[in-house]
């Protein structure tokens, strides 16, 4: 089992910034990715950006986000974070935590309980 807490949403003007923080535990040993995805209310729940535990670490964002979002670990902390910048109201989402896990028989998706993002004048 892998836990996820989110933190560090709130109500920002455009063109603001933000950070978001994930805090990870339990059983990390098969956790191979983590990510922030976000929901709008009657919208499904799209990537924003992903990050590869191993394999150097690489990430992927969405088109939307780059440029403007990046995500960092901390593995001593066991923490993933989201740098936002230039944010804008269209980036109004419930964001949340996801991390992609796996013990070589079956794959496992956690989710974290997510984080409002609201970005207004």
């Known amino acids: 089992q892998v836990q996820l807490v989110e933190s560090g949403g709130g109500l920002v003007q455009p063109g603001g910034s933000l950070n978001l923080s994930c805090a990870a535990s339990?059983?990390?040993?098969?956790?191979?990715?983590m990510g922030w995805y976000r929901q709008v209310p009657g919208e499904q729940r799209e990537l924003v950006a992903r990050?590869?535990?191993?394999?150097?670490?690489?990430?992927n964002y969405a088109d939307s986000v780059k440029g403007r979002f990046t995500i960092s670990r901390d593995n001593a902390k066991k923490t993933v974070y989201l740098h936002m910048n230039s944010l804008k109201p269209e980036d109004t989402a419930v964001y949340y935590c996801?991390?992609?896990?796996?013990?070589?028989?079956?794959?496992?998706?956690?989710w974290g309980q997510g984080t409002q993002v609201t970005v207004s004048s």
């Open positions: 996801n991390a992609d896990h796996s013990d070589g028989l079956q794959q496992t998706t956690y």
């Open positions: 339990g059983i990390m040993s098969g956790v191979y990715a």
């Open positions: 990050m590869r535990v191993n394999h150097g670490g690489s990430t």
